[in-house]
Every structure is written in structure tokens, then in C-alpha cells.
T-cell receptor, first 114, second 114 residues
Framework: KNQVEQSPQSLIILEGKNCTLQ??????????LRWYKQDTGRGPVSLTI?????NTKSNGRYTATLDADTKQSSLHITASQLSDSASYIC?????????????FGTGTRLQVTL | DSGVTQTPKHLITATGQRVTLRCSPR?????VYWYQQSLDQGLQFLIQ???????AKGNILERFSAQQFPDLHSELNLSSLELGDSALYFC?????????????FGPGTRLTVT
């Protein structure tokens, strides 16, 4: 069964600090891996999308890495801001022809405090 | 703003009732996805339409149905509502039918069943 597991479940950090969120997946074959940011009660917003051949992708203070051999990805947030407080969701897309269902992780809830 | 619109924003109804949620995809997008997110839960894929045809089905209950119209907007119909159906319902759209295409999420409809 395709699964995406994220850790930690929740995280509290001080403003200005860095943090790294983890994602392990079992989806195979694999098309791409995405990281979304979801503010409470809002729709998810895409941060990065990586294919299996990409190792890293950045979007401002967000940097995602991917190791397709170990089926692991991480999202690194640099110099955190209060506005980074949100849930971060790892999503994996299968590469099975016409299949379109994504496998969602349950997310890491990040709280940035003063 | 993702370009995906959903109405209504909030909906409060009683058990046993029927409601319709509406989604307009981004201009040019042919795929529409529906997701359910219960409190503190991950996103659950319900169903996908591509250019008017049902493309993929997820964990959608028999009490729920959806369709995509010729103008590409989509409606999700929920009937015989139960307390457990209270959730955020998100619509997402993408250009193509498979998981390799980026999905853009709408702001969601919050459904409360009392």
C-alpha cells in the first residue's frame, strides 16, 4: 500500500531559527514529490515539486531535498518567520500511466514563536 | 490566490439533509479533484474529473456524488448527511489528467452538520 509518513507530527521553534521536516514514502513507481504549506482553514499552497531525477529544489527560504534511493525527502526552512506557522504536507504522485491519485502525508504542524 | 474558486465558503446544515458544493477550476485547467479534510486529519482524495469524465475515484461514500459540467466547473453533492461528514472540502484543479501535473487548491468549503 502506498504510504507517506512525516515527522515530526508537530514542532515549535523560535523565530529566526532553522528547522527540517522529514518525509518517508513507499509510493512506487514514483513520478514526483511535492511539499505544500497549509495555513489553518485554508487550501494547501505548493512550495516545491521535484521529479525523481532532482535532488534539491529551493523556493525562497524553503529548500526541499529528495533521495529517491532511500525514498526520503526533507523540507528545510531557513530563518523562520511567524508567518511560517502552518502545516507542511508531503505529497507523492505515482507514475502509473493514467493514475492520478496522490498520496498525502498527514503533515507536520509548525509553530514559530517569538 | 490560486485561481480556483469554491462556493459557499461555509455551510451549516442538519443531519439527513443534502448539500451541493461548487468549484470553478483555474482558467485552462481540465482536471478537477475533490478532497475531504476532517479536523486535524490529512487530505482524503474523493474523486477526479477530467474534461467532463470521471477519471479516478478515491474514498468517496455512496452518499456522495460529483459531476463536471461542459464549462468545466464541478459540483460535489453530499446527501443523507451525518455528523461525521463535517469537514473542510477542497477542490483542486490541474491542466492535465495525471499526477505529473501541478494541482492548485481552492480555499475550501467548511461544512458543519448539526
Amino acid at each position: 500500500k502506498n504510504q507517506v509518513e512525516q515527522s515530526p507530527q508537530s514542532l515549535i521553534i523560535l523565530e529566526g531559527k532553522n528547522c527540517t521536516l522529514q518525509c518517508n514514502y513507499t509510493v512506487s513507481p514514483f513520478s514526483n514529490l511535492r511539499w505544500y504549506k497549509q495555513d489553518t482553514g485554508r487550501g494547501p499552497v505548493s512550495l516545491t515539486i521535484m521529479t525523481f531525477s532532482e535532488n534539491t529544489k529551493s523556493n525562497g527560504r524553503y529548500t526541499a531535498t529528495l533521495d529517491a534511493d532511500t525514498k526520503q525527502s526533507s523540507l528545510h526552512i531557513t530563518a523562520s518567520q511567524l508567518s511560517d506557522s502552518a502545516s507542511y504536507i508531503c505529497v507523492v504522485a505515482p507514475n502509473t500511466g493514467t493514475a492520478s491519485k496522490l498520496t498525502f502525508g498527514t503533515g507536520t504542524r509548525l509553530q514559530v514563536t517569538l | 490566490d490560486s485561481g480556483v474558486t469554491q462556493t459557499p465558503k461555509h455551510l451549516i446544515t442538519a443531519t439527513g439533509q443534502r448539500v451541493t458544493l461548487r468549484c470553478s477550476p483555474r482558467s485552462g485547467d481540465l482536471s478537477v479533484y475533490w478532497y475531504q479534510q476532517s479536523l486535524d486529519q490529512g487530505l482524503q482524495f474523493l474523486i477526479q474529473y477530467y474534461n467532463g469524465e470521471e477519471r479516478a475515484k478515491g474514498n468517496i461514500l455512496e452518499r456522495f456524488s460529483a459531476q463536471q459540467f461542459p464549462d468545466l466547473h464541478s459540483e460535489l453533492n453530499l446527501s443523507s448527511l451525518e455528523l461525521g461528514d463535517s469537514a473542510l472540502y477542497f477542490c483542486a484543479s490541474s491542466r492535465g489528467p495525471t499526477g505529473s501535473y501541478e494541482q492548485y487548491f481552492g480555499p475550501g468549503t467548511r461544512l458543519t452538520v448539526t
